[in-house]
T-cell receptor, first 110, second 113 residues
Framework: GIQVEQSPPDLILQEGANSTLRCNFSDSVNNLQWFHQNPWGQLINLFYIPSGTKQNGRLSATTVATERYSLLYISSSQTTDSGVYFCAVGDKYNFNKFYFGSGTKLNVKP | SAVISQKPSRDICQRGTSLTIQCQVDSQVTMMFWYRQQPGQSLTLIATANQGSEATYESGFVIDKFPISRPNLTFSTLTVSNMSPEDSSIYLC??????????FGPGTRLLVL
């Protein structure tokens, strides 16, 4: 299967700080998504971004498919950004198979 | 987007028993997915549930332990059978919309004593 590595594993920020989360993957993919899992366990889809750059408010993401990595930027972080951020990639040979990274646990302090 | 509900939201069960988790989607989907998230871990795909055919299980998961039903295009169940404490996890169902975006239900938190 596809190996998905996320870094850093843990991140502590002061409210208002910016951060960059990274996702490396081991093979070509047909799908890449970023998710936020809040402290109650709910997974929220942030971006569908197999390539290129997208922005949504304080969040933006960039995927460089040829170099097999994606970045999630969080600007002006808020305490509500706390939780775990997962990167998930789709297998190009099996459109319904997704591989999740181990996540980045973010704690934003007031 | 997709609106997905799961029942129960949480449960505490005794070892050796079974629990059936329900997943309801707000509109028809071809495939539904079941994931397990063990404490502090990432998500692992258990199986893909297709309407009208047997589920496809991932390596390490077997039908006898995790039987799945898919009676129609908006509903699926996952049963965790003969439970042990190692089955304590969050179980999540998900769907793929537009062939691109995966949406998850709120999850079922299971604790096995």
């Amino acid at each position: 299967g596809i190996q998905v590595e996320q870094s850093p594993p843990d991140l502590i920020l002061q409210e208002g700080a910016n951060s960059t989360l990274r996702c490396n993957f081991s093979d070509s993919v047909n799908n890449l998504q970023w998710f936020h899992q809040n402290p109650w366990g709910q997974l929220i889809n942030l971006f569908y971004i197999p390539s290129g750059t997208k922005q949504n408010g304080r969040l933006s993401a960039t995927t460089v498919a040829t170099e097999r990595y994606s970045l999630l930027y969080i600007s002006s972080s808020q305490t509500t950004d706390s939780g775990v951020y997962f990167c998930a990639v789709g297998d190009k040979y099996n459109f319904n198979k997704f591989y999740f990274g181990s996540g980045t646990k973010l704690n934003v302090k007031p | 987007s997709a609106v997905i509900s799961q029942k129960p939201s949480r449960d505490i069960c005794q070892r050796g028993t079974s629990l059936t988790i329900q997943c309801q989607v707000d509109s028809q989907v071809t495939m539904m997915f079941w994931y397990r998230q063990q404490p502090g871990q990432s998500l692992t795909l258990i199986a893909t549930a297709n309407q009208g055919s047997e589920a496809t299980y991932e390596s390490g998961f077997v039908i006898d332990k995790f039987p799945i039903s898919r009676p129609n295009l908006t509903f699926s169940t996952l049963t965790v059978s003969n439970m042990s404490p190692e089955d304590s996890s969050i179980y999540l169902c998900s769907v793929l919309r537009g062939g691109e975006t995966q949406y998850f239900g709120p999850g079922t938190r299971l604790l096995v004593l």
